[in-house]
């Protein structure tokens, strides 16, 4: 304990707190802005690629995540830019980071075994690592931007720096987008639904075994709500809601012969 203390003193010691408090803030807001480009272009990019599917944009979702996600970079970035040397303050962003991560694995895991979501999220320490190191850079160019003697220089710069870094969080989200057999499955399933009012034969691929009450909504307007399965490997987590307010939730795989596994009303 006390050469943890002691290591704390000198790291307290090795610099001002003005030099140390303005490297935070910076590397913390870099996080969340960071945060806010990834998470709203994860979540329109597909409602904007696929305009001829029903696709819905999840606004409790997407904000829960947004916040979540902006909380997690921008605490990580406070302790990221806290410490003095670099290596520290990779490792101990990346820790922290990591830890907020795997805590949220376990909470949307809830269903899975402890061991199973653990062991997904061990790839989350250089991830998180990485972002650490990620953080620390912008809150240091961003420093060495603001020492340069010309104003204008000062100013190209600095909107050159935050364009990358809303790039950055733009092209992370965007890779989110639906592959082609997600499409496929999602385009199949419109179509079925679309075709059932007029056409019984569709309705053998529909999941009324599991939620018989689907035929009394036939021909209702509805929208998808999907995103990829934290617990199903290659299948899709799917709200259907209906405009007279009726929810089906299903899992549906991607690519394979049965089209559903597993189908539910929702409150």
Known sequence: MNFLFEQFQIALQSESWPERGRRMRLAAWYGVLAATAFVWANALVNVFSFPRLPLGLDWPYTLATWAWLSLALGFAGLIAGWFTEEYQGVVGGGIILTVLLAIVFLFQMQDAPTVQSVLMALPLIGVGMAAAGALRWTARR??????????????KQLAQHLLLIVCIGLFAGILGRLDWPAEQALTNLDTYLREAPSNPQVRMYLPIRQVPSLTEHFGVEYRFYVRRSALAAGSLDLTVRFSDGFVMQCVLPVGNTNFFTDCWEAD
């Open 142 to 155: 961003h420093v060495h931007i603001s020492l340069q003697p010309s104003g204008w220089l000062r100013r």
